[in-house]
């Protein structure tokens, strides 16, 4: 058989084992070291956020950003039910419920659909909003630019403003990412909403092994919240401790990974564009393919790339063509099983969610990693063409 093509894996070319081996040199490889300070006031810089907090992963970032934002027991959260289940989970981490809405053609929350949500089936007294049917305050809402397309955030902050709702960006996926359009021209994904969330996981456009970040322009809360990832400790002699807190710092080890692949994020964004075009000229539009594109107002980092399979009575199912790439050594993978089905969410409300069950059954993520070659890419083309 063929080498296997993975769909997602990490790509060093930089100045990764440089920086990875400082940090052994200097002994200085756990939570305190200065690649974490350098990695954070990097990542704020290329953001366009004044403060950044280093984190364990994506989901212990999210997690505290939610209890920054004073989400509690009985509060609702808005969350969108096509995304990977980690943002969810932290909001039950905070004690707090979800409240899932469909997506859009992007595979992003409707943000029409929460609007419609919130003056239908909800009640403003012009500082809080509450849901008519639990009774329970919503206090912040939880957009995931999918797969790196950004979500229409312009409407979205607006729709915030209006009902005082706190916005937390889940943009794990979508590091670099930009708007190119309106309001928000220039700026990036995770820096627009009152706290973005990054994640540099293995398979993310770039990786420190496992780690997070969060960006915010509030610095109070920017200084609070390392203080809670930091064990919430006062001080270094006598460990003093006057709120719980959590041991969901970054090491030295990767951040030293993190700067170096920082370093390499606007290239990595170049080669997947250009990666995608090459996919998209070969099989858009091919007997009832179509690619999932990023928004008209955006440039997207393209960390995936989505197939939508339309059968026709010719053509496989998506989960036939999945079989039969697999068998071939290609890896690819459908979308997330919707979490206002999984099983510790069920019961939960979800609000009119159509889009999403059509996209559950037709989208399947193809190849898309960094090191991709284009005779691996032609591979993967002539392959779902057959
Ligand atoms: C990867 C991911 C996370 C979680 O990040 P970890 O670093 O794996 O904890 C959260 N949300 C989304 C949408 C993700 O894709």
């Known amino acids: 058989?063929?080498?296997?093509?993975?769909?997602?894996?990490?790509?060093?070319?930089?100045?990764?084992?440089?920086?990875?081996?400082?940090?052994?040199?200097?002994?200085?490889?756990?939570?305190?070291?200065?690649?974490?300070?350098?990695?954070?006031?990097?990542?704020?810089?290329?953001?366009?956020?004044?403060?950044?907090?280093?984190?364990?992963?994506?989901?212990?970032?999210?997690?505290?950003?939610?209890?920054?934002?004073?989400?509690?027991?009985?509060?609702?959260?808005?969350?969108?039910?096509?995304?990977?289940?980690?943002?969810?989970?932290?909001?039950?981490?905070?004690?707090?419920?979800?409240?899932?809405m469909d997506c859009d053609d992007h595979l992003n929350i409707d943000v029409k659909k929460v609007e419609q949500f919130i003056e239908?089936?909800?009640?403003?007294?012009?500082?809080?909003?509450?849901?008519?049917?639990?009774?329970?305050?919503i206090k912040a809402i939880l957009p995931?630019?999918?797969?790196?397309?950004?979500?229409?955030?312009?409407?979205?902050?607006?729709?915030?403003?209006?009902?005082?709702?706190?916005?937390?960006?889940?943009?794990?996926?979508?590091?670099?990412?930009?708007?190119?359009?309106?309001?928000?021209?220039?700026?990036?994904?995770?820096?627009?909403g009152d706290y973005g969330c990054y994640s540099f996981n293995g398979n993310k456009i770039i990786t420190t092994g496992g780690g997070g970040m969060i960006v915010?322009?509030?610095?109070?809360?920017?200084?609070?919240?390392?203080?809670?990832?930091?064990?919430?400790?006062d001080d270094d002699v006598y460990f003093i401790h006057h709120e719980v807190g959590f041991n969901y710092r970054m090491t030295n080890l990767q951040a030293a990974l993190g700067l170096a692949q920082l370093e390499l994020l606007d290239k990595y964004i170049e080669i997947?564009?250009?990666?995608?075009?090459?996919?998209?000229?070969?099989?858009?539009?091919?007997?009832?393919?179509?690619?999932?594109e990023e928004p008209e107002y955006s440039r997207s980092n393209y960390w995936f790339y989505t197939l939508v399979v339309e059968r026709d009575?010719?053509?496989?199912?998506?989960d036939e063509l999945l079989q039969k790439l697999s068998e071939k050594g290609i890896q690819t993978r459908p979308l997330w099983y919707l979490n206002h089905l999984q099983k510790p969410y069920k019961d939960c409300q979800s609000y009119?969610?159509?889009?999403?069950?059509?996209?559950?059954?037709?989208v399947l993520s193809i190849p898309c990693s960094v090191g991709l070659r284009e005779e691996e890419i032609d591979r993967v083309v002539s392959e779902i063409k057959h």
């Not at 350098?38 to 004044?50: H, L, P, R, T, V």
């Not at 969810?88 to 905070?94: D, E, F, Q």
């Not at 916005?167 to 021209?185: N, P, Q, R, W």
């Not at 009119?352 to 037709?362: D, G, N, P, S, V």
């Open 1 to 100: 058989m063929d080498k296997i093509i993975p769909l997602s894996v990490p790509s060093f070319q930089g100045n990764e084992k440089k920086y990875v081996d400082e940090t052994i040199v200097t002994e200085w490889v756990s939570t305190a070291g200065s690649f974490v300070e350098a990695f954070e006031k990097k990542i704020s810089e290329y953001n366009g956020s004044q403060n950044a907090v280093a984190c364990a992963n994506g989901t212990s970032a999210l997690h505290i950003t939610l209890l920054e934002s004073g989400v509690s027991q009985n509060d609702e959260v808005i969350v969108p039910a096509v995304t990977f289940i980690a943002p969810i989970n932290t909001v039950r981490y905070a004690g707090a419920q979800p409240v899932f």
């Open 216 to 233: 915010t322009d509030n610095a109070k809360a920017a200084s609070h919240m390392h203080y809670l990832t930091n064990q919430a400790k």
């Open 313 to 318: 009575q010719y053509s496989l199912s998506r």
């Open 272 to 292: 997947k564009r250009r990666n995608f075009q090459r996919y998209r000229s070969a099989l858009d539009g091919h007997k009832g393919l179509f690619f999932i």
């Open 120 to 137: 239908d089936e909800c009640d403003f007294d012009g500082n809080s909003l509450k849901n008519r049917s639990s009774k329970r305050a």
């Open 352 to 362: 009119k969610i159509e889009k999403a069950h059509w996209f559950y059954e037709r």
């Open 144 to 192: 995931v630019h999918v797969f790196g397309h950004p979500v229409d955030m312009e409407y979205l902050m607006d729709l915030a403003q209006r009902y005082k709702l706190t916005v937390i960006e889940d943009a794990t996926e979508s590091l670099g990412s930009t708007y190119t359009m309106g309001k928000y021209k220039g700026k990036r994904t995770g820096s627009i």
